[in-house]
């Protein structure tokens, strides 16, 4: 085991400098303070907001009903973090093209709606699967309350 955390400890540093290589030798050094700030607003955004909501959420699923499956919760909060981590990176886009481009093609579509009618396939499935995984608790319910009192 200490072998194997040595070795993703190691490659980890090394794909880390390289992205800091890549970065400096590709990137203006104007243009690295804006990605520096997006970089932590990144990581500010999903230990503040989204890993929270995460743990939240699934702490309210379990007492919501202990009956509840393991797969409700796992696409519960899957379904989440998508959602989370697709707004990231398509609300700098939607900012962009408000803000207007030079080109017109570089950013070519409605990514607001895209962006809400994927969040709604999302949600569409995140209710499906509650559904799903309270339908299949209330079924399960009598046969083991049957069984506990024999």
Not at 12 to 24: E, R
């Amino acid at each position: 085991m200490r072998a194997a955390r040595t070795v993703l400890v190691l490659v980890g540093v090394l794909v880390m400098a390289f992205g800091a290589w890549t970065m400096v030798t590709t990137v203006r050094p104007e243009r690295i303070w804006g990605l520096v700030t997006w970089l932590v607003a990144a990581v500010l955004l999903h230990d503040v907001l989204l890993s929270p909501f995460v743990v939240g959420a699934g702490l309210l699923l379990r007492r919501a009903g202990r009956s509840l499956r393991v797969w409700v919760l796992v696409t519960v909060q899957a379904a989440v973090v998508l959602g989370s981590v697709l707004a990231l990176v398509v609300v700098p886009e939607i900012a962009a093209k408000a803000h207007g481009q030079k080109n017109p093609t570089v950013l070519p579509f409605d990514y607001t709606t895209r962006l809400l009618v994927v969040e709604g396939v999302l949600l569409a499935v995140v209710v499906g699967v509650l559904v799903a995984g309270i339908v299949v608790a209330r079924r399960r319910r009598p046969l083991v309350a049957a069984t506990t009192n024999r």
